[in-house]
């Protein structure tokens, strides 16, 4: 874990009982169809690692969180109740014997003896290990599981006191989870995050030792907020300007930004490198800048004609001289990423890229990364609402890069390096777009291409 104090007694996993195989192998079944899988399209077999067992204080249903190796690596949680009798609601996973016994194993994200299990044992922000009376577990009343994840599940708890939202991580790591070492960290200097209120973190065996990492995180819920994509493609269906919305967001960005450097800086240069930081950092950038491109242009033929203005853009980054330095950033930060409720702007999910290894999701970067995967953003928003004037887009991105520049105290207009990386950073990201598209979605590759072809030509 780290110097930061996210940790707590971990909750350990003990190996499957014999008596427990069919329900293994019945979640090992389930769960490559579900949403949030890490691991589509795999035909491999899940194997188990072990479970830590949880305890319902009202006692209707047995708790286990079963731990599985992926395909490939890695780690998958899956919180289940056993219950000797069907649940009258969703997430049920199938009936099995367990120990010489018929019981409905159902998702414990939507059962309440799960919730009323984890709140139980997480360790609490303000008080350390405390029991279900410390956060209310019995304030379940309106507990419902969000639908629209990928990558985790989280559970809004508005009952508690305060009101709260519960992540369980799905795919689980040695060491601190961003999403919560982050946002503890950026909280008592940075209002745009929610706080956290308590995490659970546990152990299970690995090759090389003991692994421990978190399993959850409970957050703060913000009231009466909006969705920032939603948000956007309703005022750009509406023709309506995001205006101060895409200059306050560009505010909060370059303070998230201020407060990462600042609660979790970035280990100097050697001595003697300080020199030569920002010519080494360019052209380390324009390195990984073009080996992304080369891949984008092999796997989206459509990119091939554009493949030397492509390069001409990249090249122009490695003569730079004047690059930040790189620091700890969001790494995933998109409108689907932030929320807008009555006293500003809200970051989330600070986990970084889903696809990306654990170890990486924390490696320090370019601030303006975050800022171009928010003009992408911004593009797709457009795209999706519908927006009927072509300028809209144009709009909300200059306001956008406007409150970044204003409020990190570069000032208006951008230095010649902060636009040439920029451009260069948000083109690296829609070459991606193009590659993603014409796999998933074909109809809509022409959003990130028409980006391209913008950015390529110099218009910003």
Request: charge should be negative; include cysteine.
């Amino acid at each position: 874990m780290t110097a930061q104090d996210t940790t707590q007694s971990p909750r350990p996993a003990r190996p499957v009982a014999a008596a427990e195989t069919d329900l293994v192998a019945a979640v090992a079944a389930w769960a490559p169809e579900q949403r949030w899988f890490p691991a589509k399209g795999t035909t491999d077999a899940l194997s188990s690692i072990g479970v830590v067992d949880l305890a319902d204080p009202v006692g209707e249903a047995e708790v286990l969180l079963l731990l599985l190796r992926l395909p490939g690596g890695g780690v998958l949680q899956v919180p289940v109740t056993l219950r000797p009798e069907q649940h009258p609601g969703p997430g049920v996973v199938g009936a099995v014997e367990v120990r010489g016994r018929a019981v409905v194993v159902v998702d414990g994200c939507h059962d309440p003896a799960f919730l009323r299990a984890w709140l139980a044992v997480a360790r609490s922000a303000e008080d350390g290990d405390h029991g279900p009376e410390g956060l209310g577990t019995e304030a379940l009343t309106g507990a419902r599981v969000l639908t629209g994840e990928q990558s985790n599940t989280s559970v809004l708890l508005p009952g508690l006191d305060p009101p709260a939202i519960l992540k369980v991580f799905r795919g689980i790591s040695t060491g601190a989870n961003p999403d919560v070492e982050v946002p503890l960290a950026l909280s008592s200097t940075f209002a745009g995050v929610p706080r956290p209120l308590a995490w659970l973190t546990g152990s299970w065996p690995e090759a090389e030792g003991e692994a421990v990492g978190h399993l959850g995180v409970l957050s703060e819920l913000v009231l009466d907020a909006r969705d920032g994509f939603e948000l956007a493609c309703e005022r750009a269906a509406a023709g309506e300007d995001l205006g101060d919305l895409a200059e306050t967001l560009g505010r909060t960005t370059a303070q998230m930004h201020l407060a990462l450097r600042t609660s979790l800086p970035t280990p100097p240069p050697p001595p003697g490198t300080t020199e030569a930081a920002g010519t080494a950092t360019a052209r380390r950038v324009a390195a990984a800048l073009a080996a992304r491109a080369s891949a984008a242009l092999r796997d989206a033929p459509v990119l091939v004609p554009r493949a030397d203005r492509v390069a001409e853009l990249i090249e122009g980054v490695a003569e730079l001289e004047d690059l930040p330095p790189l620091q700890r950033v969001h790494g995933d930060y998109h409108l689907g990423q932030v929320l807008h409720a009555h006293d500003g702007w809200r970051v989330l999910d600070f986990e970084g890229e889903p696809q990306a290894p654990a170890a990486e999701r924390a490696r320090p970067d370019l601030a303006l990364r975050d800022l171009a995967g928010m003009l992408r953003s911004v593009d797709y928003a457009a795209a999706v609402g519908g927006a009927q004037d072509p300028g809209w887009s144009a709009r909300a991105r200059e306001r956008l890069v406007a409150g970044y520049l204003d409020a990190s105290g570069e000032g208006t207009p951008a230095s010649g390096t902060t636009v040439q990386l920029l451009r260069a950073l948000e083109l690296d990201k829609a070459l991606y777009e193009v590659v993603y598209e014409s796999r998933n979605r074909p109809d809509w590759v022409h959003i990130p291409l028409g980006a391209v072809d913008r950015l390529l030509g110099g218009t910003g």
